[in-house]
């Protein structure tokens, strides 16, 4: 397997930069070329709008080589590991690496809990209660310091996230264009960082190929191609956090022999899941596990995943290498997902390593 991942050409390079232009410490590399853009143009605002699971093969299928988004297209980034949402946004969001602040995949274990718990809920996997330890746990552990808050802490520029949730949550697509436009032009610099959970929450649905993805897309194409039309002294970048592919779904408690060399359910992501094994039982699991799935998918140890830094670089998070499981499988070829009790059956889903999950676009306007 070549490990597509790189953290120098990556989401979290594009949080460097955008750090590096607000007078913030830059945690890794940079990139160069967009560097010399900030350097160049000297921007009043930019703007970083991130639409959830539109990776560039995703936006070369649905659009025509003329429409706002292909045309603008300038680069390829590629996300982190795992390509999903919980791993990328907290990268994007703070320009650290997963293996730094510690927001790994959907369901993470928690080693002060013996939990796998969900982030984005606050809940034990499968359970829609929140877990007030977790809570506590959070508060202590997960909280890296996001760029927009180090921005308004300093106080000479303005940031601010719009987001679809929270007290302030946009309501819909309009909602969250009205909200940049009030939210740009307050200072000498600003920073509005916006997300959008489409196309992705359609996308694990319908699928790639419906065509209501289409729609959904072409929407955020001619809309966002008219809110940078009526934007000046502004660089609006529009970026995924990774992109998607349809899987065939497999439900591993079909396979006993298989769960019973498991002491927690599986975790991180269906594409990419993650096993703590009982002890004693690590060759028979690796021997049960290769014999049902070595045609499409590889185990790593957990020194493995730590050596060839699959998380990244930097200062690992207090509980990253308590997070990890015994073994990961990530997978070589095709398009399988493995998923076991307290997973959603998904048509289209990502946190794997094939070309359609790990690429993103970055889209530019100059305005």
């Given at each position: 397997?070549?490990?597509?991942?790189?953290?120098?050409?990556?989401?979290?390079?594009?949080?460097?930069?955008?750090?590096?232009?607000?007078?913030?410490?830059?945690?890794?590399?940079?990139?160069?070329?967009?560097?010399?853009?900030?350097?160049?143009?000297?921007?009043?605002?930019?703007?970083?709008?991130?639409?959830?699971?539109?990776?560039?093969?995703?936006?070369?299928?649905?659009?025509?080589?003329?429409?706002?988004?292909?045309?603008?297209?300038?680069?390829?980034?590629?996300?982190?590991?795992?390509?999903?949402?919980?791993?990328?946004?907290?990268?994007?969001?703070?320009?650290?690496?997963?293996?730094?602040?510690?927001?790994?995949?959907?369901?993470?274990?928690?080693?002060?809990?013996?939990?796998?718990?969900?982030?984005?809920?606050?809940?034990?996997?499968?359970?829609?209660?929140?877990?007030?330890?977790?809570?506590?746990?959070?508060?202590?552990?997960?909280?890296?310091?996001?760029?927009?808050?180090?921005?308004?802490?300093?106080?000479?520029?303005?940031?601010?996230?719009?987001?679809?949730?929270?007290?302030?949550?946009?309501?819909?697509?309009?909602?969250?264009?009205?909200?940049?436009?009030?939210?740009?032009?307050?200072?000498?610099?600003?920073?509005?960082?916006?997300?959008?959970?489409?196309?992705?929450?359609?996308?694990?649905?319908?699928?790639?190929?419906?065509?209501?993805?289409?729609?959904?897309?072409?929407?955020?194409?001619?809309?966002?191609?008219?809110?940078?039309?009526?934007?000046?002294?502004?660089?609006?970048?529009?970026?995924?956090?990774?992109?998607?592919?349809?899987v065939d779904n497999i439900y591993l408690n079909d396979y006993p022999s298989i769960i019973n060399c498991l002491r927690t359910?599986?975790?991180?992501?269906?594409?990419?899941?993650?096993?703590?094994?009982?002890?004693?039982?690590?060759?028979?699991?690796?021997?049960?596990?290769?014999?049902?799935?070595?045609?499409?998918?590889?185990?790593?140890?957990?020194?493995?995943?730590?050596?060839?830094?699959?998380?990244?670089?930097?200062?690992?998070?207090?509980?990253?290498?308590?997070?990890?499981?015994?073994?990961?499988?990530?997978?070589?070829?095709?398009?399988?997902?493995l998923i076991s009790d307290g997973d959603s059956y998904m048509v289209s889903t990502h946190g794997g390593l094939n070309d359609?999950e790990v690429y993103v676009p970055l889209i530019i306007a100059i305005k």
């Amino acid at each position: 397997m070549r490990f597509k991942i790189d953290y120098d050409n990556s989401l979290t390079s594009l949080a460097n930069s955008i750090r590096g232009y607000f007078g913030l410490e830059k945690y890794h590399n940079s990139l160069d070329y967009i560097d010399k853009l900030l350097d160049e143009k000297k921007p009043k605002n930019i703007v970083l709008i991130l639409l959830d699971g539109m990776g560039s093969k995703i936006v070369n299928k649905t659009l025509d080589e003329n429409d706002f988004f292909r045309k603008n297209m300038k680069y390829e980034l590629s996300s982190v590991f795992p390509t999903t949402t919980t791993a990328a946004t907290t990268s994007i969001r703070t320009g650290l690496n997963p293996a730094e602040h510690g927001w790994l995949a959907w369901n993470t274990y928690v080693e002060p809990l013996d939990k796998i718990i969900s982030f984005f809920l606050n809940s034990e996997k499968g359970s829609d209660n929140i877990c007030n330890k977790f809570l506590e746990v959070k508060n202590k552990y997960y909280k890296p310091k996001k760029i927009v808050d180090e921005i308004m802490e300093n106080g000479k520029y303005y940031a601010k996230e719009v987001m679809p949730f929270g007290d302030d949550g946009y309501c819909n697509l309009d909602d969250m264009i009205n909200s940049i436009k009030l939210n740009i032009n307050k200072k000498d610099k600003n920073y509005i960082y916006a997300y959008d959970m489409e196309p992705d929450s359609s996308m694990h649905r319908f699928g790639t190929d419906s065509s209501y993805i289409y729609d959904l897309i072409k929407e955020r194409n001619d809309k966002l191609e008219k809110l940078c039309s009526e934007l000046d002294d502004t660089i609006i970048f529009i970026v995924a956090d990774h992109g998607h592919n349809n899987v065939d779904n497999i439900y591993l408690n079909d396979y006993p022999s298989i769960i019973n060399c498991l002491r927690t359910n599986t975790f991180n992501e269906p594409r990419c899941p993650m096993f703590k094994v009982k002890d004693g039982m690590f060759d028979t699991f690796r021997k049960e596990f290769n014999k049902n799935f070595d045609e499409y998918f590889t185990l790593y140890t957990k020194n493995e995943i730590i050596d060839n830094n699959f998380y990244g670089y930097g200062d690992f998070h207090p509980l990253f290498e308590s997070s990890l499981g015994d073994f990961i499988a990530i997978p070589k070829k095709g398009y399988k997902s493995l998923i076991s009790d307290g997973d959603s059956y998904m048509v289209s889903t990502h946190g794997g390593l094939n070309d359609e999950e790990v690429y993103v676009p970055l889209i530019i306007a100059i305005k």
